[in-house]
């Protein structure tokens, strides 16, 4: 046992190892300046099949996006996960282009039986990414020929504490995640005039968010024949506001001297963001433990999200995913007839619309699910996930990206609750 999990946190030290080494400074796409930063668009163990989760069910992987899964785990096993996203994205308007690297999209996920039909799960995920710096230069206005650099940036995102309970009655499974959601909004923006013995304006806004946030999730099994079933499932939270402190401070800073001067400092305000109503629906069917055909509808109600209640006037979120998988023979001879293959695809109305224009998401994924056992009847299943997409458009001046990110996500679990019958 201590040489398989010394084995599996020396897998997860050179993941971070390779994903952090692939970072740059958390620097992102400029999409992510809007609402509470951008939300990752697929996550979770089966990321490969478009990340579809809310019917989703097995006794390999964490569905912690669905709390009703809990109950497919084998009752007998101690469940690790832990996930890990690195992204390279190149981005253009219709006159430059860049590109950026960073590592994103953490979880690390436990699960067990707490009692008989009862289960329980607790870890940590990411909510939202921010991460973005953009320079601008702007004519000054009512001027004619003297411009001014802008530069806005940003940094941190809401984050995900969980612990979360499921049970079980025949077909029937019911979960509820209850999250500690908390995190840091960075802005800071700097204004610096294109004139001689001029002053460079800079402002900072920093909100931080804590509160508790509540997901109920439930599956339905229906047995069409002795070797096909559908699962139905859903998972939601209601409206909620969670509480934040905001602190502000802007200044002008002479750039001959040097010399600075505070404008407006508010130390501490203390209030709430809207986080807005969110749901995702879906199915799977299975075929024989050979094939999954699974599809997903997802959400949110960004249209009523604030902050410290001012409404940024986003529109809602949207997002349809569709996947399949193929595992030739669960218990083959071979290795390559035990892994699972998968194949999907995913489109993203993010609920952000700058200048006329919608910034949506198209994506397709690939991977595979290679299982391993372990020394005493175990197993660790090494879940690796390709998205090749599109987000944004070129019109209009705006920006369009065009990402691949490789996922990997590590379940490992062993028979801790056994009893021996033989010593």
Known sequence: MFKIMKRFFVLVLLTVSILQGYGQDNI??????????????????????????????????????????????????????FGLTGEYAHLSTSKESSNYRVAQNAAFNIAFRLYKTMYLSLGFTELSDIGYDLYYTNLIPGSSNTYFNQNISGEGGLN???????????????????????????????????????????????NRVHDFLFTPGIQYTLNLSPKSKLNLGTAFNFTQKLRAKQEFISYKINSSTGSSIIMDQLTLKRGYIKYPFHIISGFNYAYKNIWNIAGDYTFQKMSAYETFGDNEELKDYHKGSFGVSWQPEQFGRFWWQRNRYMLGGYYVHNGINVKNADINTYALTLGAQIPFMTQRAGMLVLGVALDLGIRGTEKNGLIQEKFAKLRLNISFNEFWFMKRKIN
């Open 160 to 206: 995900n504490g969980y612990l979360g309970l499921a049970w079980r009655y025949k077909n029937l499974s019911i979960g509820l995640n209850a999250s500690l959601v908390f995190g840091k909004i960075e802005r800071q923006q700097t204004l610096t005039p294109m004139l001689p013995d001029s002053y460079t304006i800079r402002t900072s806004d920093n």
């Open 28 to 81: 992102g796409t400029p999409y992510s300046v809007y609402g509470f930063g951008l939300q990752p668009d697929n996550i979770g163990p089966y990321s490969a099949m478009g990340g579809v989760s809310a019917g989703l069910r097995d006794n390999y992987n964490i569905n912690y996006l669905n709390p009703a899964s809990y109950t497919a785990l084998d009752s007998n096993h101690f469940y690790f996960q």
